[in-house]
C-alpha cells in the first residue's frame, strides 16, 4: 500500500560533494494541493486503518512465533553465520528487494568528488535495516526480540528520528486543506494501535501541548515500523523454512528469549553497544540515578577544594601535578627548559593560579548540571501525574526548555572537559619526546 499524497515519489536527498552537501528537490505543483477537506481526511483514515492493521496484526504474529521457536531461531542463524552468504539471502529475500549494505553515515561519506547521487528512498526511511549490521554478529535477533516484545508505538519516536527528513519538503505534498492537522497516536491498552487525524492542537487535560507528529511525518512512520514488522516476520519465516507458516504458531511456547544468546566477547566495546542500540528497544531516562551521579561529582568537587584549603601536603601534591604539566616545563626546540629560562617561581605561580580557578569552575559546572536535572526530574513528574495516560510524546513546553537547557550545558561541558583531556595528553610525559615548546609563541609543536 502506497502512502498517500505522492509521499511514495518523493526523492528525499541528492547528494553532490563537489557542489554543496545537499541539493533541495523541486517537487513542482503536487496534484494534491486543492484536494478538498473531506477528501483528504477520507484519504488519510483509508490509509492509517490499512497501516494500524497491518502493524497489530504483523506485531503479534512475531510475538506468537518467536516465543515458540527461540531456540530454532539462535541455532540456525548461528549456523548461516558459518555459510558464506547465508545469511544476506535470508535478509535479502525478508527485505523484498535489493537491501542496501551500507548505513546511512557510510553512505553519506563515501560520496566522490563531482558526483551526484539520489539515494534510495530505503536508506532514508530504515537506514539500520541493512546487510552489514544485521547479518554479523546478534544484531538481528535484538531486532526480533524487541519489535515483538514491545508495543509498535514504543518505537514510533526512534524510527522519526532515525529518519534523515531535514532536506526533504514532504510537508508540500500535503493538500492546503489538512496544512494544519497532525496525527495523535495514543495507546488503547491493548495490541491495536490508534491513530487519530485532529487540528494541530489538542486538549489534555485544559491544557494546550503540541501534538506528537505532524501529518506527512506520521503517515511515514505508519509505513516504517508496518516495513519493518514486515521485514521481522518474513525473516521468521525464511528461517524456518521448513515448516508452513499456517503451522508455525501450532507448537508450544518456550521461555527462552531470543536476544539472550552470548557471543564470544564477555565484554563489548562502546562502538559495539552503541550500533546496536537501533535494533534494541527504547530505553527509558533514569532521571534519579542521573542526578545521584551529578551529586556525587558535584560533592567530589567540593571535597577537592576543602582539602586544598585545610590540607598543605594535599594542596602540595596537586599544586606540583598541575604545574608539572604546564608547556613550560615541556623542553624547547634546542633541548632547554622554559621553567628553567624564565625561572621557575613563575611557572609554579601558574600552577597554583590554574589548580584553584580549575577547582571552582568544576564545582561551579556540577553544581549547575545537578541543579538542572533536580528542575527536569520535577517538572517530568508533575507532566506524568497531568497527562492524560493513554497519550504519547506530549512533552509540556516547560519540559522542552529545561531538557533543552540541561542537554546543551551538558555537551558544551562535555567539550570543555574533552579540549582539556586533549592539551593534557599533549603535555603528560608520555609525549615530551613528541613535542617541544615554542618560546617566543608560547604553544607546543
Partial sequence: MEAPFGLEEVSFQTASVAKKPFVEIDLGSSPWKGMPLHEAVKTTDEYVEARTTSITSKYLWLGEATSRHAPILIKRWEKYGKKKGRREKVLSEAWGG?????????????????????????VWLCPYINKDALSGGTTLLQLLS??????PIDFFATDLAAMDLSSSNIADCLPESVKDHVLCIRKTGSADVMVELVSSKIIVDGVDRPARLGLAEGLLVLEVSDRILTFATDVVKGIMHDIPVAKLLDYPVTDIDIATIQEDADVKSLAQSTAELPYKAPAVANIESLISLLAAARDTAADHIHSLREDPQYYEF?????????PEFILDVLGRSAARLEGEGSVWMKGVAVELVASHLDLERWSALHDQAV????????????????????????????????RDFALSFAEEMTDDLLALVLRSPIMKDYVRFDVERKELT
Fill in 98 to 122: 535489493d537491501m542496501q549494505t551500507t548505513t546511512l553515515s557510510t553512505s553519506t561519506s563515501s560520496f566522490k568528488d563531482n558526483v551526484e547521487l539520489s539515494i534510495r528512498r530505503d
Fill in 146 to 151: 524487541a519489535r515483538a516484545k514491545h508495543d
Fill in 318 to 326: 596537586h599544586v606540583q601535578e598541575r604545574a608539572s604539566y604546564e
Fill in 375 to 406: 528542575e527536569v526530574h520535577i517538572l517530568q513528574q508533575k507532566s506524568i501525574s497531568t497527562a492524560d495516560n493513554n497519550s504519547i510524546g506530549l512533552v509540556p513546553q516547560s519540559l522542552s526548555f529545561v531538557i533543552l537547557k540541561f
